[in-house]
């Protein structure tokens, strides 16, 4: 550690967020390395090392011959004053140079509300932030993740994006630049390269036109890059690469535990759900591999808890196989295991008494709608019978705490549909005292309702966002309408989620906002202490972008969208048939029942999924 940054640590919060030196964090020879890697997550410490997918990078990246990958977060605001002022430029935590030095600086995009802090992290390291201002081979900017899928608000920024899991097409943009610098390309010459490599998508070989209407006209690409780029994905995922030596954070994380990903992908189809489709097709873990790496895990890293990880949990079939393999360790070992993503339909009492017969925390269920009309127009495929008989069988079974999450704003909904979240609320609480008559304790049932946001790769793409004073008069009906002492109701902020869906479904006419708003002050803008609502209003006025037509307008059939240029996998037929599914109320089948023909299946070979 450098002298200044030792002066200035003990004046900042959580200091340990920028020391490094953590148990296995990879340090290496600087005289034995030739590619250096710089991972971003451009949030806190805490957040982006709860961050799996940055784990996995990180391990597979620094199992490369010759390649050293380091981890660097978003500065708070302290330390980032200290480090303006004392001129100490962005840098990897575990070797303390700057990044400005390093050959690639990838970044992690999982939340729209993060992209003001791409370019702060930028600027901190000494860089320009328009790509075609960087114009040596060294460092290449790179970014990937779900945001990734809609590339277009950062593409004047960004020099490639990696679209869909990293693990593989990481590998082969090294090689690649590796080349490109033994054989002196420019960075023009290796871009051009990138595009050929599948799922690289290189802003700068497309070019952009609108109509007069300020809809998207053309999208041209140039060099030979590709018309469309398809995503990425691991395809033997039982042997892909797990973190099982996971660096041990020295101060405290959101999700410190041994994180066990069972399977990506999902069978379900929700229509508003842009990872159900983003990640398909389904692929699986053996539980005699998920068991060995849990255990391996644990004892190397210590932690006393381990979580199972997917986008819904529950639906792994050798469930209940593989929690009874881990118990027999676990509990002898008093290391707490914990099932996260259950769903009201396939909820199993038994199940949850094993893995909480210690303590039994409380329960989250998601029915997204208040209503079974709409329910099935999302796609939900979950039914109130489903969600009162998982609260009986759960509150007989000793529990006395449910969540329930919903959505207020989706496709179709009514003022009897936002009732209808009071009313199912109001029939968990008379579940809870039929299976409890004389209860020792009361029950806590806590409502949470977020803005729906429109997503990229949806069946819902299509859909606008209500406005926000409707948005907040729905709010208010049910806040009206929610009874009793032992319900308590949430909702999600209405200006994040607005922003929110103008850079879901932004294209390149919004860097210029987010650049402008980034200048203005803008930073971390998904915490409430730094989010200035009134700064992003006049940066869209001082651009004269009008943040309505991403966000609330509808969009025709045939229009032609930003992130066309990218696929998932997933038709927009597809997609679109879905749409009209949700405005008829007709559900579709999950992937187990019946395949839905979406195409993703195409991606995997073989053409089949682990569904």
């Known amino acids: 550690m450098n002298r200044t940054l030792e002066h200035i640590?003990?004046?900042?919060?959580?200091?340990?967020?920028?020391?490094?030196?953590?148990?296995?964090?990879?340090?290496?020879?600087?005289?034995?390395?030739?590619?250096?890697y710089a991972l971003c997550f451009p949030d806190t410490y805490e957040i982006g090392m709860s961050n799996l997918g940055m784990r996995i990078l990180y391990g597979v990246m620094n199992e490369m011959e010759g390649v050293w990958c380091e981890r660097v977060f978003a500065p708070w605001g302290d330390m980032e004053e200290e480090m303006r002022r004392e001129g100490i430029l962005?840098?990897?935590?575990?070797?303390?140079?700057?990044?400005?030095?390093?050959?690639?600086i990838g970044f992690s995009l999982g939340y729209e509300m993060a992209y003001t802090n791409v370019l702060n992290m930028l600027d901190l390291a000494g860089l320009s932030l328009r790509s075609e201002e960087?114009?040596?081979?060294?460092p290449i900017v790179v970014a990937g993740g779900t945001c990734a899928y809609n590339p277009e608000p950062l593409a004047p920024i960004v020099d490639l994006f990696v679209l869909g899991e990293g693990e593989e097409v990481s590998q082969e943009i090294i090689h690649l630049y590796r080349k490109a610098r033994e054989e002196c390309w420019s960075k023009e010459e290796f871009l051009a390269a990138a595009a050929q490599i599948g799922g690289v998508y290189v802003p700068s070989l497309y070019e952009v036109s609108y109509q007069a209407d300020g809809t998207l006209a053309e999208v041209i690409p140039q060099e030979g890059a590709p018309a469309i780029v398809t995503k990425r994905i691991v395809q033997d995922f039982d042997k892909s690469y797990f973190p099982v030596k996971t660096i041990i954070p020295s101060t405290e994380i959101v999700h410190d535990r041994v994180m066990l990903e069972v399977f990506r992908g999902c069978i379900r189809g929700c229509r508003f759900c842009q990872a159900?489709?983003?990640?398909?097709?389904?692929?699986?873990?053996?539980?005699?591999?998920?068991?060995?790496?849990?255990?391996?895990?644990?004892?190397?890293?210590?932690?006393?808890?381990?979580?199972?990880?997917?986008?819904?949990?529950?639906?792994?079939?050798?469930?209940?196989?593989?929690?009874?393999?881990?118990?027999?360790?676990c509990e002898p070992n008093k290391v707490s295991l914990s099932l996260p993503s259950l769903r009201a339909d396939n909820f199993s009492l038994g199940l949850m008494e094993r893995v909480q017969h210690v303590r039994k925390s409380g329960l989250t269920?998601?029915?997204?709608?208040?209503?079974?009309?709409?329910?099935?127009?999302?796609n939900k495929n979950v039914t109130e019978e489903?969600?009162?008989?998982?609260?009986?069988?759960?509150?007989?079974?000793?529990?006395?705490?449910?969540?329930?999450?919903?959505?207020?704003?989706?496709?179709?909904?009514?003022?009897?549909?936002v009732l209808g979240i009071a009313d199912l609320a109001e029939k968990v609480y008379k579940a809870w005292k039929e299976v409890t008559p004389n209860p020792k304790r009361g029950v806590n049932i806590t409502v949470s309702t977020a803005w729906f946001v429109p997503k990229p790769h949806t069946a819902f793409q299509w859909e606008p966002q209500i406005?926000?004073?409707?948005?907040?008069?729905?709010?208010?009906?049910?806040?009206?309408?929610?009874r009793g002492r032992s319900i308590r109701y949430n909702w999600h902020d209405s200006q994040t989620s607005f922003l929110e869906a103008v850079l879901a479904r932004g294209d390149r006419r919004v860097a210029d906002v987010i650049e402008t708003a980034w200048r203005d002050g803008a930073k971390f803008d998904a915490w409430s202490e730094y989010f200035d609502f009134d700064r992003w209003m006049a940066a869209f006025e001082s651009c004269g972008v009008d943040p309505a037509f991403y966000a609330n307008r509808s969009r025709e059939k045939d229009e032609r969208f930003p992130w066309d240029v990218?696929?998932?996998?997933?038709?927009?037929?597809?997609?679109?048939?879905?749409?009209?599914?949700?405005?008829?109320?007709?559900?579709?089948?999950?992937?187990r029942v019946q395949c839905t023909g979406c195409g993703a299946n195409k991606l995997h070979v073989g053409g089949k999924c682990d569904a």
């Not at 960087?134 to 060294?138: A, C, G, H, Y």
């Not at 269920?365 to 999302?378: H, K, S, V, W």
């Not at 990218?566 to 992937?591: H, M, N, Q």
Request: proline content about 4%.
């Open 9 to 36: 640590l003990p004046r900042v919060q959580k200091p340990a967020r920028y020391t490094g030196g953590e148990y296995n964090a990879v340090v290496k020879d600087r005289r034995k390395v030739d590619v250096r």
């Open 90 to 104: 962005l840098y990897g935590l575990e070797s303390g140079d700057s990044i400005a030095d390093f050959d690639l």
């Open 365 to 378: 269920f998601a029915p997204e709608a208040g209503t079974q009309r709409l329910r099935d127009a999302i």
């Open 134 to 138: 960087r114009d040596s081979l060294t």
């Open 276 to 329: 159900g489709y983003a990640y398909r097709p389904v692929r699986s873990r053996s539980p005699e591999t998920l068991l060995r790496q849990g255990i391996e895990a644990c004892k190397d890293s210590g932690y006393q808890e381990m979580t199972l990880s997917s986008l819904s949990t529950s639906d792994y079939r050798p469930l209940e196989h593989l929690c009874d393999g881990l118990l027999e360790w």
């Open 467 to 482: 406005t926000m004073e409707e948005y907040l008069r729905r709010v208010k009906l049910l806040r009206e309408h929610m």
């Open 566 to 591: 990218t696929s998932v996998g997933v038709s927009k037929a597809f997609l679109w048939r879905e749409r009209e599914r949700a405005y008829e109320a007709v559900i579709t089948p999950d992937c």
């Open 386 to 417: 489903d969600l009162l008989r998982s609260c009986r069988t759960a509150f007989s079974g000793g529990w006395s705490s449910v969540k329930l999450y919903f959505m207020l704003g989706l496709p179709t909904e009514t003022d009897e549909d």
